[in-house]
T-cell receptor, first 113, second 111 residues
Framework: DADVTQTPRNRITKTGKRIMLECSQT?????MYWYRQDPGLGLRLIYY???????NKGEISDGYSVSRQAQAKFSLSLESAIPNQTALYFC????????????FGDGTRLSIL | QKEVEQNSGPLSVPEGAIASLNCTYS??????FFWYRQYSGKSPELIMF????GDKEDGRFTAQLNKASQYVSLLIRDSQPSDSATYLC???????????FGKGTSLLVTP
């Protein structure tokens, strides 16, 4: 089983719908992150969480919200999806030490029509 | 803005050759450096990390770090077609909250 699991893997939805992407991990890491990836723009940080009560905005948080339900679970919501939120979304985790690498889930391909 | 720069490529090398991928960064306080490989439509996969100046070897991969010049490179020896992917450089500092990623270099290994 994957250490960092994202659901769903693929989602097609319509403009204005509320969408939730879920991430769970079995690595025991405190830190969790949400990124989106667009062709030519690389990985961009949406939100990050250092523990259940510590949630922070990344560089592109507008239009998104997150919830850290437990150490192992971090979900990303699009309250009212718009077409330019069509992208590949990745969840990642890391240990508390900032020198540690991040480990990525398999990603969610989200298409908003 | 803490920048991590990579040539987007594509870098094309013949099978069996050495592929050299480069990355420069702007934050002099950077402490840790990572290379990820990403196949099209897949997630980034960690392949190397380096913390100290000099070279670090792992199988066919060698990471090189020069903090004075603020660059980190990845060498892939005996390149194989299966190495064809995008390689992401990522950099962190002790004051950083997350990794700063470059946009990646596309590598194509031709048979």
């Amino acid at each position: 089983d994957a250490d960092v699991t994202q659901t769903p893997r693929n989602r097609i939805t319509k403009t204005g719908k509320r969408i939730m992407l879920e991430c769970s991990q079995t690595k025991g890491h405190d830190r969790m992150y949400w990124y989106r990836q667009d062709p030519g723009l690389g990985l961009r940080l949406i939100y990050y969480s250092f523990d259940v009560k510590d949630i922070n905005k990344g560089e592109i948080s507008d239009g998104y919200s997150v919830s850290r339900q437990a150490q192992a679970k971090f979900s990303l919501s699009l309250e009212s999806a718009i077409p330019n939120q069509t992208a590949l979304y990745f969840c990642a985790t890391s240990q508390t030490n900032s020198n540690q690498p991040q480990h990525f889930g398999d990603g969610t391909r989200l298409s908003i029509l | 803005q803490k920048e991590v720069e990579q040539n987007s490529g594509p870098l094309s090398v013949p099978e069996g050759a050495i592929a050299s991928l480069n990355c420069t960064y702007s934050d002099r306080g950077s402490q840790s450096f990572f290379w990820y490989r990403q196949y099209s439509g897949k997630s980034p996969e960690l392949i190397m990390f380096i913390y100290s100046n000099g070279d670090k070897e792992d199988g066919r991969f060698t990471a090189q770090l020069n903090k004075a010049s603020q660059y980190v490179s990845l060498l892939i020896r005996d390149s194989q077609p299966s190495d064809s992917a995008t390689y992401l450089c990522a950099v962190n500092s002790n004051s950083g909250y997350a990794l700063n990623f470059g946009k990646g270099t596309s590598l194509l290994v031709t048979p």
